[in-house]
């Protein structure tokens, strides 16, 4: 168990006391759901499949805005390959860009690699 709580009887509140594990679980979880969008992007047998995933990877940089995602990668519908270069190449701009209070780094990486990784296949498709 990753979180234990302990109640104390007289006070009647629990506390919570957090396994030293934890942030590593979810750092560790957090790599392994990045792979799996890049790799099952990359294993899309269709151009189709493809658009499906990155939407919904968009989808979810709608909940994070406090990231610095410009809103230009975040909109919806994707209209194609050369929409899809553009977002990369936005997000590459800010990966190299000079740093901002509200750009996360890893975020950011997280999306080129999303980005590259559909136009990379949408270009063998």
């Keep these: 168990m990753l979180d234990t709580v302990s109640a104390s009887h007289r006070s009647g509140v629990a506390v919570v006391k957090q396994d030293p594990t934890v942030n590593?679980?979810?750092a560790i979880r957090s790599?392994?759901?990045e792979l799996m969008i890049?790799?099952?992007?990359k294993l899309a047998?269709?151009?189709?499949?493809v658009y499906f995933l990155l939407t919904a990877y968009v989808e979810t940089l709608?909940?994070?805005d406090?990231?610095?995602?410009?809103e230009d990668v975040k909109r919806l519908?994707?209209?194609g390959k050369p929409d899809v270069s553009e977002r990369l190449d936005i997000m590459r701009d800010v990966l190299h860009g000079p740093p901002s209070t509200t750009t996360v780094k890893a975020v950011i990486e997280e999306a080129v690699d999303v980005f590259g990784a559909?136009?990379?296949q949408l270009e063998r498709l």
């Design 24 to 26: 590593v679980a979810r």
């Design 31 to 33: 790599d392994i759901i």
């Design 38 to 41: 890049t790799d099952a992007i």
């Design 45 to 49: 047998p269709s151009e189709h499949v």
């Design 62 to 64: 709608g909940h994070i």
């Design 66 to 70: 406090l990231y610095g995602i410009p």
């Design 77 to 79: 519908p994707i209209s």
């Design 118 to 120: 559909a136009s990379e």
